[in-house]
């Protein structure tokens, strides 16, 4: 298998059966957390998981030629930080929908909808965790307004959490709850936590 990591022939051979072992070599051993991944292309195409499936079930024998290209992990991080508030209005406008189609729609449906802001909420998590370790954030210091981005992260994985079991215990009226007045008060939360984290970078 050939692979080019930001248009240069790598020389060193990745591990892994699937693309998804092969990235996790390549972002866990020879990235050291300073790069991400922006775009992957399988044999001249660019990778889309639709057409080609989950990364998991491509195996190394589809690949002959592998190309990554990767940005710094601090511009990605910045980048979230200035587009945090839109992001997270976004993910609390969903949530007021989702709650509201629970209670009066077709559970089917809003399931599908529900599925599709949890997946927004984990990447705001999963991208606010690369923004903590990029600037070498301290979420157990407080904020000057007295916050302390350590419990509202923590607030927010144990909601996902009750959201999960709400969902499998096919508790809409609970769920609905939880994402119309919890969620939607703890993203408002992180609203005016972020500008903080923003301005104790340039301090």
């Not at 949530?95 to 909420?121: G, I, K, Q, W």
Request: hydrophobic share 40%.
């Amino acid at each position: 298998m050939e692979v080019w990591l930001d248009q240069k022939p790598l020389a060193i051979t990745l591990n892994g059966a699937t693309l998804q072992d092969i990235l996790n070599d390549l972002v866990n051993n020879h990235l050291g957390g300073l790069r991400t991944l922006r775009e992957v292309k399988i044999n001249g195409a660019p990778y889309e998981q639709d057409a080609m499936g989950q990364p998991t079930s491509v195996s190394r024998t589809q690949i002959s030629r592998l190309e990554v290209e990767t940005q710094d992990t601090r511009e990605v991080a910045l980048h979230f930080m200035s587009n945090a508030s839109h992001y997270l209005l976004t993910i609390a406008a969903s949530s007021e929908r989702v709650a509201e189609m629970f209670r009066t729609s077709d559970e089917r449906e809003a399931n599908e909808h529900y599925l599709r802001t949890l997946d927004s909420l984990q990447l705001f998590m999963q991208v606010l965790a690369t923004a903590r370790d990029a600037f070498n954030l301290d979420f157990a210091r407080s904020l000057p307004d007295g916050s302390c981005p350590e419990v509202h992260l923590e607030r927010l994985l144990s909601l996902v959490k009750e959201m999960l079991i709400a969902q499998e215990e096919e508790d809409w009226i609970l769920l609905a709850d939880l994402l119309q007045y919890d969620l939607v008060d703890t993203l408002k939360r992180w609203q005016d936590i972020i500008p903080l984290l923003s301005e104790s970078l340039k301090s």
